[in-house]
């Protein structure tokens, strides 16, 4: 039995789920049985086992056994364990230790106390063990339910590809709320004026940028060759620090150029 480890409300909301009950699970695994016995046996027969099957009920209080570990961790392991239980045989090949003809010996695991232990019993009824575990004909072994159900299959499709729509059309709209500003747009946010001069009342035009790095101004970006020789010029006045000769003819360059 796989179990989600959550679900969707009606509300939207996710409600996440980590818990079998196993004492429930086990009381009504006991009921089934029972009744199933009862359904099976004549009024004769119920007459003679009843005190049996009433014992059984009132000395397990608790529920028949019911083997349902909570499993987590590795997805991959967990599918392996059931897959092989859905295309394989109930025991596996390697676990046939020997075979006389007339009796089977094999190992298996007890799950009481977990450790491996060899048994060897008669063929006809080994077969008998081994062929309960054979489906009947037509017998479906995966069954799916909510939205893996083939019934609404169709139908959860469309309702997917109509979340997926909307998804989609805010993601482009949340691009576009967090899209990265202009320089011209954060100047205007932090002053509340556009960057203008104050004397020609002419925009200002982004150009680059300097910033300090290891205790000296340094010029981080430049839109081109002669931007970068203004700022390497500004950064000049503003430290009074020779700049090298290349950034001086540059800087030759952008006046000759103006």
């Avoid at 609404?152 to 709209?173: D, F, N, T």
């Amino acid at each position: 039995m796989l179990v989600t480890m959550g679900g969707m409300k009606k509300n939207g909301e996710w409600k996440t789920y980590d818990f079998v009950p196993f004492g429930m699970l086990r009381k009504q695994w006991q009921t089934v049985v029972l009744r199933l016995i009862r359904r099976k046996l004549s009024d004769r027969e119920k007459k003679q086992v009843q005190s049996r099957l009433q014992k059984a009920y009132s000395e397990n209080g608790e529920g028949f056994y019911v083997y349902a570990p909570k499993q987590k961790g590795n997805v991959k392991r967990q599918l392996g364990y059931i897959g092989r239980y859905m295309r394989r045989p109930a025991i596996a090949v390697s676990r046939i230790e020997a075979y006389d003809g007339e009796t089977v010996t094999f190992r298996y695991r007890d799950k009481t106390d977990g450790e491996e232990k060899t048994e060897t019993i008669p063929v006809e009824e080994f077969i008998g063990r081994l062929i309960r575990h054979i489906p009947d004909e037509n017998f479906k072994t995966i069954r799916y339910y909510g939205v893996y159900s083939r019934r609404i299959k169709s139908l959860c499709k469309k309702l997917v590809s109509e979340w997926q729509k909307a998804a989609r059309r805010w993601i482009v709209k949340a691009k576009r709320i967090l899209k990265r500003r202009t320089w011209s747009e954060r100047v205007q946010e932090q002053t509340g004026k556009p960057p203008c001069c104050p004397k020609c009342e002419s925009y200002y035009e982004y150009k680059g940028e300097a910033c300090l790095e290891d205790g000296r101004l340094k010029v981080k970006y430049a839109v081109c060759s002669t931007s970068k020789a203004c700022l390497e010029r500004m950064i000049r006045d503003v430290t009074g620090v020779q700049e090298t000769k290349g950034g001086q003819e540059k800087e030759k360059a952008a006046e000759r150029a103006a």
